[in-house]
Each structure stands twice: as C-alpha cells, then as structure tokens.
C-alpha cells in the first residue's frame, strides 16, 4: 500500500492568541457588530477587537471611553484572518500616576486602582500605568477592598504609607 499526503501552507496552522493592552479610542456595544477600539502603544495604530454585546456591556457598562485603557486577550478568526475576536471579558481601567514626594523619608506614595484583594494576607494587586503592583496592607483594610471587588466596584489606593518591620506590611500614614 502506497499512502501519499498532500500539506498546504495553512494546513495545520492554528489561530494566533494575542494578549492587547492599549488606550481606549472608542466601542460599540450595541451595533450590528459589537466591537472597540484601542490605540496600540507599540505601533502608535488604532486595532480593533469584535465581541460578543453581552460581554461588551458587562466590561463596559454606560461608562465613557475617555481616559481609560484597555487589556485582554484576543484570537483570530481564523489561521490567516486579520479579524480579532476577544478571549473573555476585557479588563477596562484608568491610569495612574505616582508622585514622588511623600510626607516623609520612611513613607511610600501609592496611588493605582486596585484589581485584586486578599482580606487574608493582606495583599493587594494594583494598576499604575497599566503596570501591575503588588503590595501587602493592613488585612482589615485590604478585607474591605475585597469585599468591594467582589460587588465589582472600582476601588482605588491612595495615600502614604510607611513600611512595619515588626507587622510586616505597610500602614497608612
């Protein structure tokens, strides 16, 4: 027996995933096509990523685009398609900056919003610039910012804080 295999370019190609994150530029969630568009910080060019209305009015609400960023993953719609489709909710945000004056030499300026908190530990991921920031706080505090998560509230940190060597996490000037 004589087995012949024939094999294009595409043959056993897959789709791309891509991880974006970028500027906010605009989006539609109730069009015929729900999608967004983010100003991609490496090429200084505006993409744009098609989902579903659902998932688009869950990440988005009735908030404006201005001012806020965006991050996710995406795929292609198929192996050689230039067409975007969002992996999951998109993870909207706004950008902080961090000043580096404090009231004092043994004080931290933190300032970003909070993405993540365990009341446990006390640790608590954060956004500044789109960089992500961990930090361990007092657990009552960071306790409360969990629970606020939870009801999928924007919760932000702000203030100085200085470092306990003995309690080992920062505390709020």
């Not at 198929?78 to 909207?92: D, F, Q, R, V």
């Not at 580096?100 to 300032?111: D, G, L, N």
């Not at 007092?138 to 910012?145: D, V």
Request: overall charge neutral; some cysteine.
């Amino acid at each position: 027996m004589l087995f012949v295999l024939f094999s294009s370019e595409n043959f056993g190609r897959e789709r791309k995933i891509i991880r974006f994150s970028g500027e906010l530029v605009h989006w539609d969630a109730n069009g015929p096509e729900p999608q967004f568009r983010y100003l991609d910080p490496t090429n200084l060019r505006e993409k744009t990523i098609y989902c579903d209305a659902d998932t688009m009015r869950l990440a988005l609400g009735n908030q404006s685009f201005e001012k806020h960023n965006i991050e996710g993953k995406a795929t292609q719609l198929n192996p050689t398609s230039e067409i975007w489709l969002c992996l999951g909710k998109p993870h909207i945000f706004q950008k902080f900056q961090v000043s580096i004056r404090s009231s004092s030499p043994q004080s931290k300026r933190i300032q970003g919003q909070v993405i993540e908190a365990d009341g446990q530990t006390g640790q608590i991921d954060y956004l500044v610039r789109g960089k992500r920031n961990y930090i361990t706080i007092t657990p009552e505090i960071a306790k409360e910012m969990e629970d606020s998560l939870s009801r999928m509230e924007t919760v932000e940190i702000d203030g100085d804080y200085h470092y306990d060597r003995i309690k080992r996490y920062y505390i709020k000037d």
